[in-house]
């Protein structure tokens, strides 16, 4: 079993995004902490609303490429729109920060709020 602490990120409509990302992850993953969800202010295009922002931790079976592939379809699920302004308003972001207890993602250095989620889970 593999443990990801994925990011979570909306803002398009981000309470019933992140309420649905959490409904289907916990019915076809196993969820096993939430962290506090935090506005934050968007980064590299500042013309969209604020971002909600948090992280879950979850238990899968699939390796790592398997679960960036079966978030991403999650994220198409819920309607979200990829488009050439790759910091533009979304539906739902969802990205693997830690991997087995190795950060993967360059965002947990770069973003406080990451660290923070992150810490959270994972103090």
């Known amino acids: 079993m593999n443990r ?8 398009i409509d981000p309470h019933l995004h992140i309420s649905r990302t959490k409904d289907i992850l916990e019915s076809e993953q196993h969820m096993l902490k939430e962290s506090t969800f935090v ?3 968007p980064i590299g295009f500042s013309q969209q609303p604020d971002f909600m922002n948090g992280a ?15 978030l ?5 699920r819920l309607g979200r729109v990829r488009t ?24 947990y250095y770069e973003r406080e709020f990451v660290r923070k989620a992150v810490s959270e889970i994972l103090p």
Not at 4 to 11: C, Q, R
Not at 56 to 70: A, H, M, Q, R
């Open 72 to 76: 991403h379809n999650v994220e198409n």
């Open 56 to 70: 879950f931790l979850i238990e899968t079976e699939l390796g790592i490429d398997d679960f960036k592939t079966y």
């Open 84 to 107: 050439e302004n790759k910091n533009g308003p979304r539906t739902i972001d969802l990205d693997i920060i830690v991997w087995n207890g190795e950060v993967v993602n360059n965002d």
């Open 4 to 11: 990801a602490i994925v990011g979570v990120g909306s803002n």
């Open 39 to 41: 506005t934050t202010p």
